[in-house]
Structures are given as structure tokens and as C-alpha cells.
């Protein structure tokens, strides 16, 4: 095996910043964060000046080292903040760089995501398309519910998305634009930290490392290592006879020489095979709720409806697209928030409310008009194609616009139009009494009983019955 060279001031640049001596070089990386790297080291001081002016939130830069054995690039990120602090010979300059995942965290959004077929790995695809990619290296599962991102960036969207498959988010901290991992990267190889690489540990910590073997603190599920070797989070080791995946890293620069501490994970006595993914049982992460909506209300158009639920667009998407049904609770609903009186119709708009953090729980209640006018002179009820109109003239109900109406108005009296049958029924008496009675037919009057009765057409009138008397 080639021997390791250890990462020092000598052999570390970061691209942006010309510094002349790396003074302190300190890089985090774990579960749910971007990965931050803080550089401080010396620089000229025109060179100092020039380099606050013309950095800003959006610059991009590199650390890299030439140490032999060890990853030319150690972090790529953008920057957070630089500051300047002129000696006499000199200007210390402070860099703090945030892995490219911070991209994903600037901007919040508000969208929501209704086919319940899709994956939570689907949904993180879809959130940061565009910006980054993402790759799900644990067991995906369908959402089976409504999905909502409101007032949340795309970072803390993933991250809310993978806490529902009990996995946290890594991000890449080498790559150039944001790539992150749902569950422990996969690695390509084994570092094997028993044997080249702890030698060159061993000899420079002698101090530290006194009983020569590297020190495993390890639980049941935890273990925590010290090396020079750098490795990334996901990467297999081997020390001893045992293997492991680190979970965390923590390297600072101690008398000029980088140090790491790791997080691990125990993966037992067999090596794992190139390109296998982790099981995250050590690093279990609970299911997040969306406290962004719980107890809130937004108001959305009704595209679809079936008994008693609604499918609806909310006011903060463009498109509708998905197969989610809102139950529609009425003032008539029974306790399951179900209910049959005062459906509202396609188009209509209607409120929706998310009583908790769980988008499934959310429901549709009543319909919310658009705008708050004043009270017209001529009031109409719409739905299903029946109208009630309330007129300065009178009142005009009707069925299928003049397919069947009744009009009530105080000049004109009460028309009744039907074109088709028009039924009139009683157990008891009808009566019809006016001061004149008008039938009119295109064809046949008929009147009678079971034992008589009247048929006038345009050329006869037929008289039937056990006694007729015409006068």
C-alpha cells in the first residue's frame, strides 16, 4: 500500500483566496447540515482588500490539498462570510464556506404535491429539479397522502421528506453544484485504518496514542475514531478486523497538521461490497410534521367532486395535477368530518384547513367568496343547474335554464312551464276556481273519471258517460 501523506499548512490552497500560510483549517460534516469549513490563514494586505470587495454570498471556491494518498478536493462550497483583520506584516483573513446544499436552503416556497402514488424520494426529485439532484439510498416508499411545502425551503423540504423514511440527508461536500443523499452515500472502497494509514497516525500522535492502537470508543451502536486519513461521510473502514461507515466527520488543524475525528457506524466482521448503501438503524430519525401549516387555512378551486369530497387547486399552485380527495365538512357533517348537504361545485372556491402538522388530516370546509361587494338589487343561487333568482320583479325559480320554471311576480302572476310532463297530484280535493278558466291545447283536451269523460279536439267534442244532459 502507498503511504499516506498527511494534510498540513504546506499542502492545502483554497482557490479563491491567495493565502500565503494556512494558519487553521477546521471542517464539520454530519446527518442534516450542509457541511461547514472555516479557513483562516495569512494574505497580503492589498491582496486581503481586494478579496472582501469581490466576495460575496454567490462566490464559489475549493480546498484542495497535494498530499499524497489523500482526496485532492476536501470541500467545495460557497462562501458565508470572509473578514479581515490587518496585522503589521500581514492580513489575517477568515473564510467560512457552507457545502453547495446551502443553495437549496436560500429561497422558501409554497406548493403542494397530490398523487398519492408518488415516493418521498419522488418528491425530493421534483422540489430541487433544476437546482440539484438527489440520489434515495434507502428503501423508498409511496407518500399515500397530500404533501404540502409552504414557507419552506427546498433543503428543509428534503430533509422533513426523508425523516418520513426514518433516514436523515447528506450532502456532498466535494460536489460543484448541490447533490445530496437520502441515507448514507454509498461507497466505492474500504480505507483500511489498521494498518499503512495508522502507522503514519501512530508515529506523528505518538503523544496522544500512547498504547499503539487506534482508540474505537464503541456502544452498541455507535463508534468514534482519530485519524489523518480523510474520508468523507458513507465511506467504509476497516480497523482491525472490523468495518464501519463513517456518519460524521470533525477535522481540525492541530500545529499545522489536519486531524479527523469520525463518527461510525459498526457494520460487523464481513466487508461490505463496493457501491453498497448503509443501513441507517444507527442514525434512526424520527418522522417530521409540517409545523408550517399546522392550524393555518388556505383557500383553493374545486376541480372534482364525489359524494362528499372535493378535489381542489390551491390559490399558490399554477397547475392541478394529482388524485388526493379532501373530505368536504357542512354545517350538516357527521363526525368524521364527512357530510351531503351544501356540496359545493367544479370552480367553485372553498377553504381548506390543516388542523395539525399532518397535511393527511387536512379537510375542505365552506366556500369562500371571491370578493365582498355590496348587496345587489338581484340576488341568484346557482349550483347544478338550478337558479333561484330574487328580482326587483319577482321570483324566477328554474331547472336547466327554461327547460322547467316556475315565475312569481305581482304584475303578471304565476307562470308554470314545463316542456315536458307537468303533474299535478292530491289524495285530497284540487281546486282550480278563478273568474275565468282558460284550457288551451295545440291537439286534445281530455277531462274525466273512470266512468266519463270530455274529449275536445280541433273538429269534435265526444261526450261519454251513463247520462249525458246538454243544454
Known amino acids: ?14 482557490g479563491l483566496f491567495p493565502f500565503t500560510k494556512i494558519l487553521n483549517l477546521n471542517i464539520d460534516h454530519g446527518p442534516n447540515v450542509f457541511g461547514l469549513c472555516t ?4 494574505m497580503d494586505h492589498e491582496s486581503a482588500d481586494e478579496i472582501a470587495q469581490r466576495t460575496d454570498e454567490s462566490s464559489e471556491t475549493e480546498v484542495v490539498t497535494t498530499a499524497s494518498g489523500q482526496p485532492a478536493r476536501l470541500f467545495c462550497g460557497v462562501v458565508k462570510n470572509v473578514s479581515v483583520n490587518h496585522q503589521n506584516e500581514y492580513a489575517k483573513v477568515t473564510v467560512v464556506l457552507e457545502g453547495t446544499c446551502k443553495k437549496l436552503d436560500i429561497q422558501t416556497h409554497q406548493r403542494s404535491y397530490q398523487d398519492t402514488t408518488a415516493t418521498y424520494g419522488d418528491l425530493i426529485r421534483k422540489s430541487i429539479s433544476g437546482e440539484g439532484t438527489a440520489e434515495i439510498t434507502v428503501t423508498d416508499k409511496q407518500t399515500g397522502q397530500l404533501i404540502v411545502q409552504y414557507d419552506e425551503t427546498n433543503w428543509d423540504f428534503c430533509i422533513r421528506m426523508a425523516s418520513q423514511l426514518g433516514a436523515p440527508v447528506f450532502s456532498d461536500v466535494q460536489a460543484d453544484e448541490p447533490h445530496l443523499y437520502v441515507g448514507l452515500p454509498p461507497s466505492d472502497q474500504v480505507k483500511d485504518l489498521s494498518t499503512a494509514e495508522f502507522q503514519m497516525a501512530k508515529s506523528t500522535m505518538s503523544n496522544q496514542m500512547q498504547t499503539g492502537k487506534i482508540v474505537v470508543s464503541e456502544d452498541a451502536s455507535d463508534a468514534g475514531l482519530k485519524s489523518y486519513c480523510y474520508v468523507f461521510a458513507g465511506n467504509f ?6 468495518f464501519y461507515a ?9 500545529d499545522g497538521i489536519l486531524e479527523m475525528n469520525y463518527g461510525l457506524l459498526p457494520m460487523g466482521n464481513e466487508a461490505p461490497t463496493a457501491g453498497a448503501t448503509t443501513d441507517v438503524k444507527g442514525l434512526a430519525v424520527s418522522a417530521g410534521m409540517n409545523q408550517n401549516c399546522s392550524g393555518k387555512m388556505f383557500t383553493g378551486t374545486v376541480k372534482n367532486v364525489s359524494g362528499s369530497k372535493v378535489q381542489v387547486q390551491f390559490s399558490f399552485d399554477s397547475e392541478f395535477s394529482g388524485n388526493h380527495w379532501f373530505e368536504y365538512s357542512t354545517a350538516y357533517s357527521s363526525s368524521d368530518q364527512s357530510g351531503w348537504y351544501c356540496m359545493p361545485e367544479v370552480g367553485d372556491t372553498v377553504r381548506v384547513f390543516f388542523p395539525s402538522g399532518n397535511e393527511g388530516q387536512a379537510f375542505a370546509s365552506s366556500s369562500a367568496p371571491r370578493f365582498m361587494g355590496q348587496s345587489p ?3 341568484v343561487w346557482m349550483a347544478h343547474g338550478k337558479c333561484i333568482q330574487l328580482t326587483e320583479k319577482g321570483i324566477k325559480i328554474s331547472c336547466d335554464g327554461e327547460e322547467a320554471f ?13 316542456k315536458k310532463d307537468l303533474n299535478v297530484n292530491a289524495e ?18 281530455s277531462l ?16 261519454l258517460g251513463k247520462e249525458v244532459i246538454v243544454e
Not at 237 to 242: F, S, W
Not at 246 to 254: P, Q, R
Not at 406 to 418: F, N
Open 1 to 14: 500500500m502507498n503511504e499516506m501523506e498527511v494534510i498540513s499548512h504546506l499542502n492545502v490552497s483554497v
Open 39 to 42: 479557513i483562516v490563514g495569512e
Open 237 to 242: 473502514v476497516k480497523v482491525d478486523a472490523r
Open 246 to 254: 463513517v456518519k460524521s466527520i470533525s477535522a481540525e488543524m492541530k
Open 377 to 379: 338589487k338581484d340576488k
Open 406 to 418: 316556475i315565475d312569481l311576480t305581482p304584475d303578471e302572476g304565476i307562470t308554470i312551464s314545463c
Open 428 to 445: 285530497g280535493e284540487v281546486k282550480v276556481q278563478a273568474e275565468t278558466i282558460k284550457l288551451i291545447a295545440d291537439e286534445k283536451i
Open 448 to 463: 274525466g273519471t273512470d266512468r266519463a269523460f270530455i274529449d275536445i279536439t280541433d273538429e269534435t267534442i265526444t261526450l
